[in-house]
């Protein structure tokens, strides 16, 4: 494996591949920017490896997508609001609820860059504004 692939690890449930599909294509059109892990890594001023780790532990999540097929991951999961770069600290929480419900990675990408009407916006802005308690009522209905 080079350093531009991962292993997803969201497991999509048995029989969700086309659900699984179009959760990429919508996801594809929601995402404005995505990095590959050595650009996180670099963002992040660490390793690939750590984070390969990151992925791991479902601090962050991602697609294989574009065109040479590569792990990537939405710019919007890393954040400088103390001034280093760092991953959303809320997204992990969040990410693991929304596996608890067996949503893939495309769906649980999909549902945070979706608008959820319940709370007036994407759950990945509402997470990033510092709401986490609200997005992971949302998400805990989903169970």
Do not use: C
Request: glycine fraction near 10%; proline fraction near 6%.
């Amino acid at each position: 494996m080079n350093d531009t692939t991962a292993p997803e690890p969201g497991v999509p449930t048995p029989g969700s591949t086309s659900e699984s599909q179009d959760d990429r294509a919508v996801v594809e059109s929601l995402v404005d920017e995505w990095l590959t892990l050595p650009d996180v890594a670099e963002v992040l001023g660490t390793a690939v490896s750590k984070v390969r780790g990151l992925v791991s532990e479902r601090t962050l999540v991602g697609i294989k997508r574009g065109e040479r097929n590569t792990f990537q991951v939405p710019a919007s999961f890393l954040v400088t609001d103390d001034g280093a770069p760092h991953v959303l600290g809320t997204l992990r929480g969040t990410v693991l609820l929304l596996s608890d419900a067996r949503m893939d990675d495309a769906a649980i990408l999909r549902w945070l860059f979706e608008t959820e009407p319940s709370i007036g916006g994407a759950p990945i802005g509402e997470l990033r504004a510092g709401r986490r308690a609200e997005v992971r009522r949302v998400a805990q209905a989903l169970l």
